[in-house]
Every structure is written in C-alpha cells, then in structure tokens.
C-alpha cells in the first residue's frame, strides 16, 4: 500500500469513527433519559436548564473518550475497516450494557454499579426468589448479544454511507453544540458550588462517570472566596431547623395480629456497674436472657430516649418537640384497644419526661404500675438510685415479653471525640424474657419499638412506615449498621466505623481496636444508602 493511499484510507477510518461514535452518542442520549427520569426534578428554571445541557454534554463526552482512547489509536497502528468495524462494535457493545445495566440499577438503588452495590443486586434478586442471579446473567448476555448486532449494523451502515454522511455537513454544528453544552455545564457548576445553590449541586450524582467542576478548591486557590466560610454557609445549610418533617411516612394502615400478650420495655438513664450487678442477680429468678449482639445506644440520654420512643434518627427530635407530636405507632394501638402506659421511678431525671415531645403525654409513677396478661404495652423508667423497685417490676411482669436495657453506656459523658463511638464504649446489656430473638451481629435503639410491636399490629409498608428501626426478631442482614448522633452520622460495618459530621467531615476506623485508617473512604453507595434511609421521614426546604 502505497503512501498515500495508507494515508487516504487512514483518513478515512477516522471519518468513519466520528460518525460511528455519533451514532452512539445519540443511543447514549437516549440512556441518559431513564436517569433524568428517575432523579428529583430540579425545583427552578436554572436548574432544569443545567439539567439539559449537563445530559447533552456528558452524554456525548463519554462515547468520545472511547473513541480516542480505543478506537483511535486502532485506526493508526491496524488501518484494515473489518477489523476494526468489529472491533468498535465489540467495544461499544460492553459500553452500552454497562450504561444501560448502571441506568437500570441507579433507577432502582438511586446510586451507580460498583463491587458493592452488584452484592447487594445480587442479594436483593436472590431473597425474591431462588436463582434470580443465573435470569440476571442469562438476560445480561442475552442482552449483550443483541447490542453487538446493533452495533454491528449501524458500524457497517456509517462505512457503505460515509460519503453521503460527510456531504450533509452536519459534523461541525454538531460537535460545536456538544462542546458548548460539556463547557456550559462545568461553567454552570463552578457558580452553583460557590453558592451552594441546591438545585444544581443535588445533580452530582446523578449521571455515571461524573466528576463536575467544583467551585471550593478553583476559587479558593486563587483567593476569591474563603474556605471557613464556605464551611460555615454549607454547615448551615445542613441545620435541623431546615428539616420539613414527613411523620409517619404514609398513613398507617394496620391491623391487628392475634397474639394478646402483654410486653413491657424497661430503660435505665445509664448501663452503670451497679444495675448491671442488680441485673445480674435477677437474671436467674426472673428467667431473663442476654442475647449474643451488640446493642448500642446513644451518647446522650435525651437523644437515647428519643430514639427507644420514636425509632427515629436523634436529628428529627428538633422538629418533633417544635411540631409537638406522639409516635405515630399510638394511633393504631389506640385504635386497637391496647393499654399503651408510661411510668417512670420516683427519682427519674425531671429533663427526661415525656411531656418535653408532647404537652399531654406523661408518664406514671411507677408505685401505681399494674400488670395485665393481656393487651397491654408499659414502658418503665427506672432511675439507677430506684434499682430496689426492679425486682417488684419482674415479679410482676412474670408472664409477660420484657425487653431491658439502658438509653446510654456508663461513661459516654466522660469520653470526647470520636473515641465515645467505639463500640466497646457504645454497647449497653440488652435482656429479654419470652421473645424469640433472631441471631443479630448489631442493633441500636431504634429497633426496640418495631421489635415490641412486632406481634401486635402489621402495617402497609411495614414498620419503616413510621421508624428507621428493625424488628429484632426478624433474621435480616444488618451490616452496616447507621446511627445518629447528632451531630454525627456513624455507620457501623463488620470492618470499619466511619463517623461524619455535619460539615461532611469523615473519618474512617477499624472496628477492632478503633484505629485511625489513613486516606481511608467509606464506599460511596454504602454513604448514600445510608443518607436515603435516614431522611426518609424529611423534606429539606430548598431556597433558591
């Protein structure tokens, strides 16, 4: 082949390949609807227009990169068009099921493909049925057999037709409009990070493969804004006064279950050496049993208390006392006829009364406490300096399920930083009489109500209808474990404890022996899980 004609049909390859990745531009645009589709839609018009072009420019920047990166190069070193028409196809093909797998899976989970969210794919199609995985791969190749022969046909289609292709002169226009869109939307980006304009910022996540421009390091390294600022105007951002509540989630709809047992919840303010010594001397005459988990509970017993009566994460507390509501769990009880009552010892600290969520709620005291076999839920608060009164309380209690355990551990007040949420320094004594507990690495606080209720009413969309708790007696995958304490978010996994604050600062442990990991991060998906689930019951007001 002489000189020349290489050169020609080098040329010629390359025109091919624009054309070609044009037509996968415009597949890929098609993709990118199913994530504009399943993403909240902005709240304003500049937010919708940088929509737009950040899906026309990201869109059509993806396939270019493939196309320099794998396909160019093969135009220059292996100039022969049938090799290389089946080889962009080949390529292109694993690009687009890829795209069109993570677009499937972001529209189900709200977050993009990665080891850990096809375990959890994976997971998830299994507990629907046995042998879910093997439909998955079998429709994933099934899948990718048909875009290869797509791709064949439109790569065969650009070469027969390049001629007429390149005399539509559309080429230039076309590109211009993608550069225009890619760099407007960087651009776009850069203001609303500075700002920390929500409407646009919310976006960051929403299409694969997308690192925007960010305004905080660009502008502050060339000293237009500066960054405590910044900090300070995005923490505020983040306040629980922002926090529009949505309790319960839906209206309950629930019915009764037949068991008519009677159950009783006792707290203590603090797990001290003296109760547990008490508790350990009662075990045996009361039959209580101590399951094998870690049950944690919160640094602060106002925030403990919360989280044991609502299910709640502690930074909806705010709104609950502002909005003075009861437990959304009262009302089907209620309904039902269940004696739903609250004592409380002689010397229970006055600042954890019940009356601080709601003016009519209070609690008994405890010298008027009477159990009933039947239909009756108590909840007992008991000072460390009444301990005497527990034994009285067991006794009675006999025939009844019985939950105990503490609103915080015995030091939590005396320990600073992150040191107080290890888990050795978190764990509280759980006891239980007559439940059947499943067998739980972790639990928290919030999982003691759905654990008690369980038995006693079922509702539409279950408990997570009104708590982010877990029923203890369910056999459920509980890694991680995400708790609230404000102003902290600590997600507890079988290796790690990552511990942010409410500026976005994080901090990566090993759960063993709490250990700082250097230049450690939390595994994205296992964050934004972690973020959808706790804001279930808010709506963040955005101000443009």
């Known amino acids: 082949m002489g000189k020349y004609q290489r050169r020609d049909k080098i040329a010629r390859l390359i025109s091919w390949g624009h054309w070609f990745t044009f037509a996968n531009i415009v597949l890929c645009l098609f993709i990118g609807l199913l994530y504009i589709e399943a993403a909240p839609k902005p709240s304003t018009a500049i937010g919708n227009l940088y929509m737009l072009v950040s899906w026309i420019g990201h869109f059509a920047f993806l396939p270019f990169v493939f196309f320099i990166i794998l396909i160019f190069p093969f135009c220059l070193i292996v100039p022969y068009s049938k090799i290389l028409r089946g080889f962009a196809a080949l390529i292109a093909s694993f690009g687009l099921i890829a795209l069109i797998a993570d677009a499937l899976f972001f529209r189900q989970y709200g977050y993009h493909l990665n080891t850990y969210s096809m375990a959890q794919m994976t997971r998830d199609a299994e507990a629907v049925f046995t042998g879910a995985s093997f439909v998955i791969i079998s429709g994933v190749l099934l899948g990718f057999l048909l875009t290869v022969g797509i791709q064949l046909l439109l790569a065969n289609l650009a070469w027969k037709r390049l001629e007429d292709l390149q005399q539509r002169k559309i080429g230039a226009p076309v590109t211009a409009i993608f550069l225009l869109c890619f760099f407007v939307s960087h651009s776009i980006h850069v203001w609303a990070d500075a700002v920390l304009y929500d409407p646009i910022t919310q976006q960051d996540d929403m299409f694969p493969l997308s690192y925007p421009t960010t305004a905080k390091t660009l502008m502050a390294k060339h000293g237009v804004i500066d960054v405590e600022s910044y900090q300070a105007r995005q923490q505020m951002l983040m306040a629980t006064d922002k926090i529009k509540l949505k309790y319960p989630q839906h209206p309950l709809l629930c019915s ?133 009164t527990l034994d009285k309380v067991l006794q009675q209690t006999g025939d009844q399920q019985l939950l105990l355990t503490a609103l915080s551990p015995a030091q939590s007040e005396e320990l600073l930083g992150n040191k107080q949420f290890a888990l050795e320094n978190m764990q509280v004594p ?96 296992v964050l934004i899980d972690a973020l959808k689930d706790l804001k279930r019951f808010s709506e963040t007001e955005n101000k443009e």
């Open 256 to 388: 009764k279950i037949d068991s008519q047992q009677s159950t009783t919840l006792i707290l203590f303010e603090r797990s001290s050496s003296k109760i547990q010594k008490e508790l350990e001397t009662l075990a045996a005459k009361h039959q209580l049993e101590r399951p094998e988990l870690k049950l944690l509970a919160h640094p602060n017993r106002d925030g403990g208390l919360f989280q044991v009566l609502y299910g709640l994460p502690d930074f909806y507390q705010e709104s609950i006392e502002r909005q003075q509501l009861k437990p959304a769990y009262l009302k089907p009880l209620n309904d039902f006829n269940f004696d739903v009552r609250w004592y409380h010892s002689e010397n229970w600290n006055d600042s954890l009364r019940l009356s601080q969520f709601h003016p009519d709620w209070q609690s008994q005291e405890l010298a008027e406490f009477s159990a009933h076999p039947q239909n009756q839920i108590n909840v007992i608060l008991i000072a460390e300096d009444d301990i005497s």
């Open 430 to 525: 759980l006891w239980q009489r007559n439940y059947q507990l499943a067998d739980q690495p972790i639990a928290g606080l919030m999982d003691l109500v759905p654990t008690m209720l369980e038995d006693r009413i079922s509702c539409a969309g279950s408990h997570k209808n009104y708590t982010n708790g877990e029923s203890l007696q369910t056999s459920k995958r509980r890694w991680p474990l995400v708790e609230t304490y404000s102003p902290y978010i600590v997600i507890y996994d079988q290796k790690e404890i990552t511990i942010l604050d409410n500026s976005g600062q994080f901090s990566v442990y090993s759960s063993n022996d709490f250990e700082l990991k250097k230049q450690a991060e939390p595994p994205v998906p």
